[in-house]
Nanobody, 124 residues
Framework: QVQLVQSGGGLVQAGGSLRLSCATS????????MGWFRQAPGKEREFVAA????????YYADSVKGRFTISRDNAKNTAYLQMNSLKPEDTAVYYC?????????????????WGQGTQVTVSS
C-alpha cells in the first residue's frame, strides 16, 4: 500500500506561482510513475502532468504546457508540481497519483494510488 500526502496549494492572484508536493514513505517511490490531476467544481477530473519513474520523461496537458513543471526527487520520495503564470481557470482541487503499469498516462484509471487533494484558487 502506498500513501501519498500532498502539501502546498492555497490562494494566489493571477500571474502568481505555487508549488505542490506529493510525498510518500517507504522505499518503493522510484518504482512508480507519478501524475497530477485536477478537478474544478462541476467539471470532470482532468490530467495535468505526469513524470516517469526516473524523472526523465515529462508529459503535460496542452492547457498547462509552458507554465507548469512536473518533477520528482526519488531520494526524498517526493513529486512536485511547480505552477507559474497561474490563471483563474487553473482553480481546482489538485490530486497526485501513483501507478506502475503505464508511463505518462493521461487516464486516471491507470493510476493505483491517490493523494488527499489540495485546493488551488487563483483570483483574477
Amino acid at each position: 500500500q502506498v500513501q501519498l500526502v500532498q502539501s502546498g496549494g492555497g490562494l494566489v492572484q493571477a500571474g502568481g506561482s505555487l508549488r505542490l508536493s506529493c510525498a510518500t514513505s517507504g522505499r518503493t517511490f522510484s518504482t512508480y510513475n507519478m501524475g497530477w490531476f485536477r478537478q474544478a467544481p462541476g467539471k470532470e477530473r482532468e490530467f495535468v502532468a505526469a513524470v516517469s519513474r526516473s524523472g526523465g520523461g515529462m508529459y503535460y496537458a496542452d492547457s498547462v504546457k509552458g507554465r507548469f513543471t512536473i518533477s520528482r526527487d526519488n531520494a526524498k520520495n517526493t513529486a512536485y508540481l511547480q505552477m507559474n503564470s497561474l490563471k483563474p481557470e487553473d482553480t481546482a482541487v489538485y490530486y497526485c497519483a501513483a501507478g506502475r503499469r503505464y508511463t505518462g498516462s493521461t487516464y486516471g484509471d491507470h493510476y493505483d494510488y491517490w493523494g488527499q487533494g489540495t485546493q488551488v484558487t487563483v483570483s483574477s
